[in-house]
């Protein structure tokens, strides 16, 4: 069965340093893969999301992803943390049936 | 402006009642989904629709109902089969066909609580 596993369901950074968090898939056929953001209680906004089009894709508020097959991984990244970041941010991979798998998400925290 | 719009932001419920919790979209999508999120589980798919007057059972559709009688409408029951009906419900829709993107557009929540 297909699968989404988010390593760290909190992860700290301090404003102004790397933020990565991480995303692995199971999948037998190329993917689509989405990054969401949740700000609380509130719905998910699309970040990104990678179709095959290029491996690097690059979303809004500075957020990029970098799609691995050899590693099955599509992890986010950003250079540089800002307080606004803090929020909780899911993976998703879509089925064969298009719906969609989640992963379970990584809340994001930024340290003054 | 275009966008999801899920009735009431809140709302309780006393044990045993049935409640309907109400989604549009004046996207022009043809299908739409209802989300239910617990803390640390992602989200879980109740049930989706993709056309008019047809839905579809996700993965936790027990105690749970829907319609689909309009385009833009989903409304979403939790009745009182549902053992544990205390979450945040989300709502989405997406573009089918030609209009295919793979995104999800999400409504802003109703939180669900059961007293």
């Known amino acids: 069965a297909q699968s989404v596993t988010q390593l760290g369901s909190h992860v700290s950074v301090s404003e102004g340093a790397l933020v990565l968090l991480r995303c692995n898939y199971s999948?037998?056929?190329?993917?689509?893969l989405f990054w969401y953001v949740q700000y609380p209680n509130q719905g998910l906004q699309l970040l990104l999301k990678?179709?095959?089009?290029a491996t690097l894709v690059k979303g809004i508020n500075g957020f990029e992803a970098e799609f691995k097959k050899s590693e099955t991984s599509f992890h986010l990244t950003k250079p540089s943390a800002h307080m606004s970041d803090a929020a909780e941010y899911f993976c998703?991979?879509?089925?064969?049936?298009?719906?969609?798998?989640w992963g379970a998400g990584t809340k994001l925290i930024i340290k003054p | 402006d275009g966008g999801i719009t899920q009735s009431p932001k809140y709302l309780f419920r006393k044990e045993g009642q049935n409640v309907t919790l109400s989604c549009e979209q004046n996207?022009?999508?043809?299908?739409m989904y209802w989300y239910r999120q617990d803390p640390g589980q992602g989200l879980r798919l109740i049930y989706y629709?993709?056309?008019?007057?047809?839905?579809q059972k996700g993965d936790i559709a027990e105690g749970y109902s829907v319609s689909r009688e309009k385009k833009e409408s989903f409304p979403l029951t939790v009745t009182s089969a549902q053992k544990n009906p205390t979450a945040f419900y989300l709502c989405?829709?997406?573009?089918?066909?030609?209009?295919?993107?793979?995104?999800?557009?999400f409504g802003e929540g109703s939180r669900l609580t059961v007293l």
């Open positions: 989405a829709s997406r573009n089918q066909g030609q209009g295919y993107t793979g995104e999800l557009f």
């Open positions: 990678y179709t095959s089009a």
């Open positions: 996207l022009n999508h043809d299908a």
């Open positions: 999948s037998s056929v190329p993917p689509y």
């Open positions: 998703a991979v879509q089925r064969s049936n298009y719906q969609l798998i």
């Open positions: 629709s993709q056309i008019v007057n047809d839905f």
